[in-house]
């Protein structure tokens, strides 16, 4: 149990959870057959898992050399092999349910996992570090669309979307921990740019991403009071970031709402997908 415990603490089980959910949200809105749906979470599930440890894997000597002690694989509670094993374990499953619901999703859900580990096999300290999250985000609403029967990719508009959610998510989740980064040689945009510079230009992109489900949507017969209400959540968390960097900086607050503006547009896209 403690191995158990141990590896699943080293998947980053938060984000993990958060992109199963989003999954399976974005399959009840397009309609997936039960078992498809079944299938596409459990599928995505274990891409993120293999995610996940790949990273604490292949980053263990510099977690070990800032002292992570929030680190399963630092603590030495579970040997980094038996992380690897788990890793390609979770990669095959994802890979082979994928297979299952059909080439097209397969061939998304495969671009999309590689996209994934490449970030964490040495992108992240390159200037273009955010790429993959930009290619592995927009690929993503159609993870669902692709699991049906007579498979489609996502309007741009969603795709869009999900690449503007996944550069949010890389352009202020790696802030705090710019320092230890810098310390272990990895540079990747977000440090090159700086906190203020990162936490602008996420603010921008979610913001412009949600004028872009509003518009999208709109044109294909969503509800407009509840697509427009959700943009003007959007903004109004936008607005507040502005507001708290003009007074405090790029401090975790404004982190915390950037993210906050992040979740409120992924359920957007969740709804807008589903009334759309």
């Given at each position: 149990m403690r191995t158990v415990r141990a590896l699943w603490g080293a998947t980053h089980p938060g984000p993990s959870l958060v992109v199963t959910v989003l999954s399976l949200a974005l399959g009840i809105a397009a309609g997936v057959e039960p078992w498809r749906i079944v299938l596409l979470v459990i599928a995505v599930f274990a891409g993120q898992v293999s995610v996940g440890l790949s990273n604490d894997a292949i980053d263990l000597f510099r977690d070990a050399t800032v002292g992570r002690a929030d680190k399963p694989l630092v603590r030495g509670d579970t040997r980094v092999r038996t992380a690897w094993i788990a890793a390609l374990i979770a990669l095959g499953v994802a890979v082979i349910?994928?297979?299952?619901l059909g080439w097209a999703m397969l061939l998304a859900h495969v671009i999309a996992l590689a996209f994934a580990w490449?970030?964490?096999?040495?992108?992240?300290?390159t200037p273009v570090s955010i790429v993959p999250f930009l290619v592995s985000f927009g690929i993503f609403p159609s993870l669902a669309t692709l699991s049906e029967p007579s498979p489609q990719p996502a309007a741009l508009w969603a795709a869009f979307a999900g690449a503007m959610l996944g550069a949010a998510v890389h352009l202020t989740n790696v802030l705090p921990d710019l320092d230890d980064d810098r310390r272990t040689g990895v540079r990747g945009l977000p440090h090159r740019i700086g906190p203020a510079a990162s936490v602008v230009l996420a603010v921008a992109g979610i913001v412009v991403a949600a004028i872009a489900v509003l518009v999208g949507s709109l044109t294909e017969g969503a509800p407009a009071v509840l697509m427009i209400l959700f943009a003007v959540v959007v903004i109004a968390i936008a607005g507040a970031v502005m507001l708290r960097m003009r007074r405090r900086g790029a401090d975790r607050t404004g982190f915390r709402?950037?993210?906050?503006?992040?979740?409120?547009?992924?359920?957007?896209?969740?709804?807008?997908?589903?009334?759309?």
């Open positions: 349910l994928s297979a299952v490449s970030y964490n096999a040495g992108v992240k300290a709402l950037v993210m906050s503006a992040a979740l409120v547009l992924a359920l957007q896209l969740v709804v807008a997908s589903g009334t759309a």
